[in-house]
C-alpha cells in the first residue's frame, strides 16, 4: 500500500509541474492618455521655443539662417566657400564651443567645455543632440552659431545651477578639423 501510494505521489507531481505557465493578466489597462497628453505638451513646449527664436532672429537683424530637418535654426560667423568636405561618420573632429541664453548671458564658456575631441557618431560623449548633429553641416574653420530648442540641447533637466529646464540655447561652434580615420 505504501508503494502505491508512493508511486500515486510521484506521477501527482511529474504531471503537475510539467505544467505550461499561463499569461497573467494586466493588473490595469491603460489608455494610452498618458502618451497623448506627453505629446501634446511637447508640442506646446516647442512652439512657446520657436516663438522665442525667431524673436531673437529678428531682434538680431539676422536675415541669412536656415534651418535643419532636426529642429534647430543656424547662421555662419564664418564660412569657408570652397568645395570643402563635412565631417562623415567615424571621422575625428576637434572644435570649440560656447553656449548662451538667448539674453547673451553666459552659460558655459570655451574654457569650461574646453576643445572637444570627437568621433562622429561613435563616441558616447557627453554632447547634446544639437552639437552631435550641428557639427556634420560645418566645414573645416568654420564658426557657425546655432539656435537650439531645448529638445536639441537640455532638455527637461537643464545644467544645475547654469539652466533651468526646457530653456532655448545659443551655441556657437568652430570646427578646428576633420581627420578621417581607417574606418572610413
Known sequence: MNRS???L?????????CKSPEARKPVQHN??????KSVARNKAIFKEEEKLIKQYLSSKNIQ??????????????KKDS???????????????YHVNHLDGTKILTE?????QNYFVDQTNQDLIPGIRDGVKQMKEGETVTFL???FNAYGYYGIENKLGSNIPIECTITLIT????ENN
Open 148 to 150: 537650439f530648442s531645448s
Open 111 to 115: 574654457e569650461e567645455t574646453g576643445l
Open 5 to 7: 501510494f508512493l508511486i
Open 31 to 36: 489608455s494610452g492618455t498618458f502618451f497623448a
Open 64 to 77: 541669412s539662417y536656415e534651418t535643419s530637418e532636426e529642429g534647430y535654426w543656424y547662421y555662419y560667423n
Open 9 to 17: 505521489f510521484i506521477f501527482i507531481v511529474v504531471f503537475s509541474a
Open 82 to 96: 570652397l568645395p570643402s568636405p563635412t565631417p562623415k561618420f567615424g571621422n575625428h573632429i576637434t572644435f570649440r
Open 178 to 181: 576633420i581627420k578621417q580615420t
